[in-house]
């Protein structure tokens, strides 16, 4: 019976091939950050008030100018078409019917403009490529699709060494392989509703958005992507110089980094460790937000990493947070039921909110902020 959100993760370990669901599930190295973002929630308490009529709470928030229905929304993940058919449209959709943000990856399987026609609020995320023209395509390909908020990421200079995907042979690009056919031939169902459907209906997977373009999934050569360890804060100030939408980096746990994101003009950052994922014993994004919030100036704080339940959402945004994200979880309901598997996915935590306010004495969101034990 999947009741919240961790109930999806073993839902979805029962339906995907293993090296899939441990490529999606894992942290670097130690996974010593996967653990520390759950730890930062758990050690955090909340003090509720009593009496205090609370029939008419809403989670109506406006972050980034939008009108949200709730606090939380649905981080970027990459090459998640192999978990769910389309994946992609998939999760656009379901946040789009319900009031909240998507941000589609860089690394998706779907094209960005095929996205935006389905959910016209998405957002995209860019990896860069220390190869400018490569920006450049990929910049003005976003600017005529009508994308509105680019988030960049900034946290990837190079890949984390998540020992997992290279014992299972899960790299990128795919390299077919025995040990990944026989991960797939111990799920019929996953190869013949998302795999097979996935031919039929596409042809071979392609990452279609890269800054160096598109690229295949599977491939016995590397694919042509540039490096991204040389980019620096000019060239972020280039990019806000020529973006006229907002633009949002991710990946920052250092103030100075915040302040250094609010002196170029930015419009927001999201705290965030990527899910424990790159540096292996980063900061948990939560365990940072208050400094982060000190030095941000106006820009929007946002958070991801390690958010399961309601409790944890209004424990970010006691702590300065204006909205936080979800990753694994809204993919494990999309590997399982696809766009209806993610909208109830997003019941359930809206539903938790919904709880968590009412026990805590809110009727809006902004009151959480003294709700923290000292
Ligand atoms: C990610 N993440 C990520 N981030 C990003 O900026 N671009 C990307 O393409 C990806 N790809 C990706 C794939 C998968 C399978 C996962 C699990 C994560 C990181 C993601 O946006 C987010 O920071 C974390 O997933 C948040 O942590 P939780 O909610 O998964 O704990």
């Known amino acids: 019976m999947i009741l919240n959100l961790p109930d999806c993760e073993a839902a979805a370990r029962r339906r995907l091939p293993r090296c899939l669901f441990e490529f999606i599930e894992g942290g670097s190295e130690d996974g010593v ?10 050690a955090r308490r909340l003090v509720p008030r009593v009496l205090r009529d609370t029939a008419s709470r809403d989670q109506l928030c406006a972050t ?11 981080a970027p993940m990459g090459a998640a078409g192999l978990a769910c058919f389309r994946a992609d449209l998939a999760l656009a959709r379901a946040a789009l019917a319900a009031g909240i943000p998507f941000i589609l990856s ?3 399987l779907v094209s960005l403009e095929r996205v935006l026609e389905a959910n016209p609020q998405a957002w995209f995320q ?31 200079p190079v890949g984390g060494n998540r020992e997992r995907d290279v014992r299972n042979g899960y790299g990128s690009p795919l390299r077919p392989s025995f040990k990944l056919a026989r991960d797939a031939a111990l799920r019929p169902r996953w190869l013949l ?4 459907r996935t031919l039929g209906a596409e ?9 160096a373009g598109r690229a295949p999934m599977f491939s016995r050569t590397a694919v042509r992507q540039h490096r991204r360890d040389s980019l620096s804060w000019d060239w972020l100030a280039s990019v806000r110089a020529q973006w006229t939408g907002r633009l949002v980096l991710k990946g920052v746990l250092a103030a100075e980094d915040a302040e250094a994101a609010s002196r170029l003009g930015l419009d927001g950052v999201i705290v965030s460790n990527h899910g424990g994922r790159q540096l292996d014993g980063a900061a948990a994004p939560l365990d ?6 000190a030095a941000s100036g106006g820009m929007a704080v946002m958070l991801d990493s390690g958010v399961r339940r309601g409790t944890d959402v209004l424990k970010a945004l006691a702590l300065g947070a204006e909205h936080v994200f979800v990753g694994r979880p809204f993919l494990y309901a999309a590997a399982v039921g696809g766009e209806e598997g993610v909208g109830q996915a997003i019941q359930l935590l809206r539903a938790e909110i919904d709880r968590d306010m009412a026990l805590l004495g809110c009727v809006r969101l902004t009151e959480v902020a003294d709700r923290l034990a000292a």
Do not use: C
Not at 193 to 196: D, G, H, N, V
């Open 126 to 156: 860019m990896y860069p490529s220390s190869h400018e023209p490569e920006n450049q395509a990929l910049l003005a390909r976003l600017r005529a699709a009508g994308y509105g908020t680019l988030v960049v990421t900034a946290d990837v």
């Open 64 to 74: 980034l100018g939008g009108g949200w229905s709730a606090p939380f929304g649905i």
């Open 203 to 211: 042809g071979m997977p392609h990452f279609e958005n890269f800054a």
């Open 33 to 42: 950050s996967v653990r520390a973002n759950r730890a930062a929630f758990e």
């Open 288 to 293: 940072q937000l208050a400094a982060v919030k």
């Open 193 to 196: 509703r998302t795999f097979l």
């Open 106 to 108: 860089g690394a998706s």
